[in-house]
C-alpha cells in the first residue's frame, strides 16, 4: 500500500531563516505530487505540483520554491522565510486516473 | 473558472442528530470530479469519496451520505446519527479532468462540532 511521509511535523523558525520540508511518498512510482498550504483558520491553497522529476510548477508567485530531487521526494525550500509563511503545509500524491489526492500528515511552522 | 463554495462555515449540532454540509461548485469542463475530505484536529486530510461528473448516483456508507445533482451544481455531504467523532472540518474540493496536473479546488470548509 501506499504511505506518505512529511518531517518535520513541527518547525519553529525566525523571520529570515532558510527552510526545507521534505515529503517522501511510498509504494507508488511516478506520482503526482503537490504541496498545499492552510492558513490558520482558512482553506487550502495549491501552492506547487509536479508531475515528474526535475518538473515543478507553480501556482501562487511567492517566497517559497520547490523541487522534485526523485521520483518519490518533494521538497519544499525558502531561502529566507517571512512571517507570512507561517501555516500548515500539505503534501499530497495522486495516483491512479481518477485523480485522487492523499495527504500527508503535514508540517506546522511557525515564523517568529 | 472555477469555484466551490462551502457556505456554512460552522455548525454545531447534539450527538445523534442528522446534519447536511452544503457545497455548491461552478465549473465550465463537463467532465469533473468532486471530492469530500475530513480534517480533524490532527490536521490530516483523510479522503472520503469522489464522484465523477458522470455519474449522479448517490452514495451511502454507513452514516455517511452524498447527494450529487449536477442541476443545481451541489455535492451536499449528511451525516446520520453524528457521534462526537465526526467533529471535525469538511472540505469539499473540484478537479477539472481536463487539467493534466488535476489540481483540487478547495472550499472553505465547514466546522462541525458534535457535542454530547
Known amino acids: 500500500s501506499q504511505t506518505i511521509h512529511q518531517w518535520p511535523a513541527t518547525l519553529v523558525q525566525p523571520v529570515g531563516s532558510p527552510l526545507s520540508l521534505e515529503c517522501t511518498v511510498e509504494g507508488t512510482s511516478n506520482p503526482n505530487l503537490y504541496w498545499y498550504r492552510q492558513a490558520a483558520g482558512r482553506g487550502l491553497q495549491l501552492l506547487f505540483y509536479s508531475v515528474g522529476i526535475g518538473q515543478i510548477s507553480s501556482e501562487v508567485p511567492q517566497n517559497l520554491s520547490a523541487s522534485r530531487p526523485q521520483d518519490r521526494q518533494f521538497i519544499l525550500s525558502s531561502k529566507k522565510l517571512l512571517l507570512s509563511d507561517s501555516g500548515f503545509y500539505l503534501c499530497?500524491?495522486?495516483?491512479?486516473?481518477?485523480?485522487?489526492?492523499?495527504f500527508g500528515p503535514g508540517t506546522r511552522l511557525l515564523v517568529l | 473558472a472555477q469555484k466551490v463554495t462551502q457556505a456554512q462555515t460552522e455548525i454545531s449540532v447534539v450527538e445523534k442528530e442528522d446534519v447536511t454540509l452544503d457545497c455548491v461548485y461552478e465549473?465550465?469542463?463537463?467532465?469533473?470530479?468532486l471530492f469530500w475530505y475530513k480534517q480533524p484536529p490532527s490536521g490530516e486530510l483523510v479522503f472520503l469519496i469522489r464522484?465523477?461528473?458522470?455519474?449522479?448516483q448517490n452514495e451511502i456508507s454507513g452514516r455517511y451520505s452524498w447527494n450529487f445533482q449536477k442541476s443545481t451544481s451541489s455535492f451536499n455531504f449528511t451525516i446520520t446519527a453524528s457521534q462526537v467523532v465526526d467533529s471535525a472540518v469538511y472540505f469539499c474540493a473540484l478537479s477539472a479532468a481536463g487539467d493534466s496536473s488535476y489540481k483540487l479546488i478547495f472550499g472553505s470548509g465547514t466546522r462541525l462540532l458534535v457535542r454530547p
Open positions: 499530497a500524491w495522486k495516483g491512479g486516473t481518477w485523480g485522487t489526492q492523499y
Open positions: 465549473t465550465r469542463d463537463t467532465t469533473y470530479y
Open positions: 464522484r465523477n461528473s458522470f455519474d449522479e
